[in-house]
């Protein structure tokens, strides 16, 4: 009974630990994204610019 308590609590935490990256992953694409979306919008204003 000892045994399954353990082995219960290990793959808890493991499929904790395997959220907690997908979650840091998701992040730092949204934040990569992010940064694409903005120098998207300079070269469109720079476009603008130019073509005025």
Same mark, same amino acid.
């Given at each position: !009974?000892?045994?399954?308590? *353990?082995? #219960?609590? &290990?793959? $808890?935490? +493991? @499929?904790?630990?395997? $959220? +907690?990256? !997908? %979650?840091? *992953? @998701? %992040? !730092?694409? +949204?934040? +990569?994204? %992010? /940064?694409? $979306?903005? &120098? #998207?919008? &300079? #070269?469109?204003? *720079? %476009? &603008? /610019? *130019?073509?005025?």
């Amino acid at each position: !009974s000892n045994d399954l308590k *353990q082995k #219960l609590i &290990q793959e $808890i935490e +493991e @499929y904790k630990n395997k $959220i +907690e990256n !997908s %979650q840091i *992953q @998701y %992040q !730092s694409k +949204e934040n +990569e994204l %992010q /940064q694409d $979306i903005e &120098q #998207l919008k &300079q #070269l469109n204003t *720079q %476009q &603008q /610019q *130019q073509t005025n």
